[in-house]
């Protein structure tokens, strides 16, 4: 029998009473402040040795440093404790793999800490080029020994992949758009990571998939989701959303995620992908783990939209990866092969959000029964039943596609025709995904026990003709597009004026990449970026405001401190100027790190 046995939370350390140490060696410690640090404090606490880590929530960090005695008598410090991993240990179970999480970034320490194991008898697989991963074969014992390196912030299982088992082309708007723009695809490079592929498959030979990694024979799973994205459309009803654009294929667990992301993006490489799509992930959940974390490490240093499955419990417990704040998490809804809407229900059959701080997940959802795609029995053979969030993520993530080429084209800075390179010309992660949530279709709904409700659907189903319609109506131009070109410190704020015929809804949409969080935290979200729309007459609208039981935003409410999407969604808007307004809050770990300045950026869409 394998029972896991829970972390305790770094916020419970906070809270005790435990008295301030000095110590003669470098340990690890919760270091808490009074308020978010200003730069001049951080360049005092480096000067002190104090080597801040990851922040776990309310002013607190899990840092390195030996004067804790110095440190504890800074006026801007409330509080000085120890800190030591508490592993989440796979009980009666033997070995297992364990994902190891450091206090910081460092290569010093991640080989330090690899030579330990390997002391320990434990088994190094992959040290990551993050310099903040090390996968390992541990037993509990090893596990427990490992987690009081002071380098070490968490320790947490994880499981071997497992996967997340027409109409969707005229419903998402990929067939409008072909017809009006001639967007198939043309230049757009994106990844599937699954199980294996058959890459003979007759739908595959006008574009050959492109193999980052060996293939595989388990390819059942794989050819489907693929096809979903890249078939070229031999039988037309199997035609893939991007039929013109160029596949790249992954097999899932064949090592180093981090490295194998960068050489995604990497601008000099074979692959120039401008997003992933995955269909599987490490076993159900509800919490955010060392998996989670690692995504968020990834989309942040790497800035490529991660497309991810929800799951398919019906219930909240979902793939860790899809609690990551920073990726493109995707649920379902069964559509029951008719084109129509009004029939559709989530039916307890998709995973679930909220996150276990709150945050609403999954982002967008989709189709999750009776999809037309490719099959792996033959080279020409075909399925009509794919579904599940396997089958929603590929047709969101392919719609994504169609977004980058679109942007590449102009449609959204003066008008089609640029035919500037897809990959170079990208957008960031953040404001493809803003724009993807602002755009959606919602399903309408009443109430946070409805079977559509937010939780349920996320912001809604994709739709690249909302995208396109929209900036055609602007004359070529969206109300407010911000690509993460605003910068924001702890206190700012920027403003946005709207004018409002009064006519259609306002729609304002707020992204934003994140540093990742700390598993140990109660918290995922590291910084704290609100937003705020106020109405002619001085009625204010916050994020996220009201949006949790309907579809449209209540005025009032206070600031949203957990998501990193946020919506104002005003159905009926009183004609005038309205104010669009981005305040950092808190910004207590560098989200823009272009800049020495410790700020943030974000992604901001009015529509």
């Known amino acids: 029998m394998r029972t896991i046995l829970s972390a305790v939370s770094a916020f419970a350390l906070i809270s005790g009473a435990t008295p301030a140490v000095a110590a003669p060696v470098e340990g690890a410690y919760l270091l808490q402040f009074r308020d978010t640090l200003s730069d001049a404090q ?15 929530e309310n002013g607190t960090y899990v840092a390195r440093m030996k004067d804790t005695a110095r440190v504890s008598r800074l006026n801007y410090v409330r509080g000085v404790h120890p800190f030591e991993a508490q592993p989440k240990v796979m009980a009666l179970s033997g070995a297992a793999a364990y994902l190891i999480t450091l206090v910081e970034q460092n290569a010093d320490d991640q080989a330090a800490v690899a030579d330990a194991l390997k002391a320990l008898g434990a088994r190094v697989d992959t040290i990551s080029a993050s310099r903040e991963h090390i996968l390992a074969v541990l037993d509990a014992g090893q596990a427990a020994k490992v987690a009081k390196l002071p380098a070490v912030l968490a320790v947490d299982p994880v499981s071997a992949p497992e996967t997340d088992m027409a109409i969707s082309r005229e419903s998402s708007g990929a067939n409008y758009v072909e017809s009006v723009g001639g967007y198939r695809g043309q230049g757009v490079r994106g990844e599937v990571m699954d199980g294996g592929l058959r890459a003979t498959h007759q739908e595959f030979r006008a574009k050959p998939p492109v193999l980052h990694t060996a293939n595989s024979t388990n390819n059942s799973h794989g050819t489907s989701t693929y096809g979903q994205i890249f078939a070229s459309g031999v039988s037309a009803p199997q035609r893939g959303v991007l039929p013109e654009g160029q596949g790249i294929f992954a097999v899932y667990n ?10 995604l993006v990497d601008p000099a490489g074979q692959y120039r992908a401008v997003f992933q799509s995955n ?5 159900l959940t509800t919490a955010y783990t060392s998996v989670s974390q690692q995504m968020d490490r990834i989309v942040f ?4 939209l991660i497309c991810q499955s929800q799951s398919n419990a019906g219930t909240r417990s979902s793939r860790p990866q899809a609690w990551a704040k920073n990726v493109l998490s995707v649920g379902g809804h069964y559509h029951y092969n008719t084109a129509s809407r009004a029939d559709d229900r989530w039916n307890s059959g998709a995973s679930i959000g909220p996150a276990a701080d709150g945050r609403i997940k999954p982002e967008l959802s989709n189709f999750y029964d009776r999809i037309d795609t490719t099959s792996s029995t033959s080279d020409t053979s075909y399925t009509a039943s794919f579904g599940g969030t396997s089958g929603a993520t590929p047709i969101t993530c392919g719609n994504a596609g169609l977004l980058f080429q679109m942007w590449a084209d102009g449609v959204f800075d003066g008008g089609p025709g640029k035919g500037r390179d897809v990959f170079t010309a990208r957008p960031h ?6 724009l993807l949530v602002n755009t959606a279709d919602q399903h309408p709904f009443s109430g946070t026990a409805h079977d559509q409700t937010r939780t349920h659907q996320g912001w809604g189903t994709v739709s690249v003709r909302n995208l396109y319609d929209r900036a055609k109506a602007g004359g070529w131009k969206l109300p407010v597009l911000v690509n993460e070109t605003d910068l924001v410190t702890t206190g700012q704020s920027r403003k946005y004026a709207v004018t409002s015929t009064g006519q259609t809804p306002l729609r304002a949409t707020l992204a934003y990449t994140d540093p990742a969080g700390s598993p140990t935290a109660a918290k995922a979200t590291v910084n704290d970026l609100t937003l705020k729309v106020t109405a002619p007459d001085g009625t204010v609208y916050y994020g996220n405001n009201g949006l949790l039981a309907g579809n449209w935003s209540t005025p009032g409410g206070s600031a949203n401190t957990v998501d990193t999407v946020e919506n104002v969604l005003v159905q009926a808007p009183a004609a005038g100027t309205w104010t669009v307004e981005v305040i950092a809050t808190a910004v207590n770990v560098d989200g823009h ?9 974000y992604a901001l869409v009015v529509s």
């Open 301 to 304: 240093d790497h800035d490529i």
């Open 254 to 263: 064949t090592g180093d995620r981090y490295a194998h992301t960068a050489q």
């Open 429 to 434: 992660a953040a404001t493809a995904k803003a």
């Open 279 to 283: 269909s599987w992930g490490d076993s």
């Open 42 to 56: 951080r360049h005092q606490l480096k000067g002190l040795g104090v080597r801040l880590g990851a922040f776990v």
């Open 593 to 601: 790190r272009e800049t020495t300045a410790t700020d943030a950026d």
